[in-house]
């Protein structure tokens, strides 16, 4: 197109060459060299190679962390010496009673952000026959019972007797034991061989189970069945008993001796020292509120408790435990 001054107009895609010069409007020689100047300054880099923009945000950043840093060090400090100027009794388990109503939506976020669900579903699965919970507190397992005794197959393809034949369900706090007791008559109406106590696991006894009391009302002999526990759970339980040990070496004695397993998943001490610090420094505060010792050294516990070890696995930077005990048969012994 050509216009009454004689040159050629823009029109799109068509290019700027010497035969075809831009018109005095459109080509403005100082702001031509300031475009420039300023592309430069902003843009190209720095001796350093980072561009002056670039650096500009890294300083904002680095600043607000600094700042965030110092404001959650000085709250962190407020805690510590909150924490030790509190003498908090060691059986902090009454707290529970208080908690129980709000205990689930209190544990929902922080389980499923260490996706403790599946956790707690691989070491259920392992339960089998007569099987005893004890600090069962609201039910937080229930999903993962495999209900009904039946002949199958085991993890290794092998034919096996599977599935839980009864359930016992034990903790301390009554409140707890309710709220367990209807999660599990809401989820599974039919199953009648489930019993819930509010009691101490250290003091729990074998109260006829299901093998012994299907036993006797056949009309057979049940005398040769000592009353044992095929499998005893515990989840998040040895932080907040007041003898974690003397309560694992009882639980040790009513688990049946050759089969018999009991099934931990725990949290406590980490394989860092930083991190066990401010556990260390933080318990009492949240014993205190919570009714949980967070940083006890479950291996120590299990270690006196003198059950024997089948298997034990850490995560959490090494907060989160899970063992699977059996009780130690000594060299010819015969229960
Ligand atoms: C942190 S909660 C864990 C609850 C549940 N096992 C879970 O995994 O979410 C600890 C529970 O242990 C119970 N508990 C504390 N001492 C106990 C004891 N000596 N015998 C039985 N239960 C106890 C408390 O009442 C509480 O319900």
Request: glycine letters at 8%; hydrophobic letters at 35%; charged letters at 25%.
């Amino acid at each position: 197109m050509v216009s009454r001054r004689g040159t050629k107009s823009k029109t799109p895609g068509s290019k700027r060459t010497s035969a075809n010069p831009p018109s005095r409007k459109q080509f403005n020689p100082s702001l031509h060299r300031f475009q420039e100047r300023y592309e430069q300054k902003e843009f190209q880099a720095k001796p350093h190679g980072i561009p002056v923009r670039v650096l500009s945000f890294m300083g904002v950043t680095v600043l607000a962390m600094s700042m965030y840093s110092g404001y959650l060090y000085a709250s962190y400090q407020r805690e510590v010496s909150k924490a030790q100027s509190l003498d908090v009794p060691r059986d902090v388990s009454d707290r529970y009673n208080s908690t129980a109503p709000t205990f689930d939506a209190e544990v929902e976020l922080s389980e499923k952000a260490m996706r403790l669900g599946k956790k707690r579903g691989d070491l259920i699965r392992l339960a089998r026959g007569d099987v005893l919970e004890v600090s069962c507190g609201t039910g937080r397992n229930l999903e993962y019972y495999d209900l009904g005794e039946r002949r199958g197959t085991d993890d290794q393809g092998h034919a096996a007797v599977i599935g839980c034949r009864s359930l016992t369900f034990v903790d301390l706090s009554p409140q707890m034991v309710d709220i367990t007791r209807e999660k599990f008559q809401a989820a599974n109406p039919e199953f009648t061989h489930v019993a819930f106590r509010a009691q101490d696991a250290g003091a729990v006894t074998v109260e006829a189970p299901a093998r012994v009391r299907d036993l006797a009302g056949a009309g057979k002999d049940a005398s040769d069945h000592r009353a044992y526990y095929d499998t005893i759970v515990q989840t998040m339980g040895l932080c907040s008993m007041a003898d974690p040990v003397g309560t694992l070496r009882h639980l040790g004695e009513i688990t049946e001796p050759e089969r018999g397993r009991i099934l931990l998943l725990e949290h406590g001490r980490s394989h860092y020292d930083w991190l066990n610090r401010i556990l260390d420094n933080l318990a009492p505060l949240h014993a205190d509120k919570h009714g949980c010792w967070w940083n006890r050294d479950i291996g120590a516990i299990v270690e006196e408790s003198g059950l024997e070890v089948v298997e034990v696995k850490r995560w959490h930077f090494g907060t989160t435990w899970r063992y699977v005990l059996r009780p130690k048969i000594l060299c010819g012994e015969k229960k």
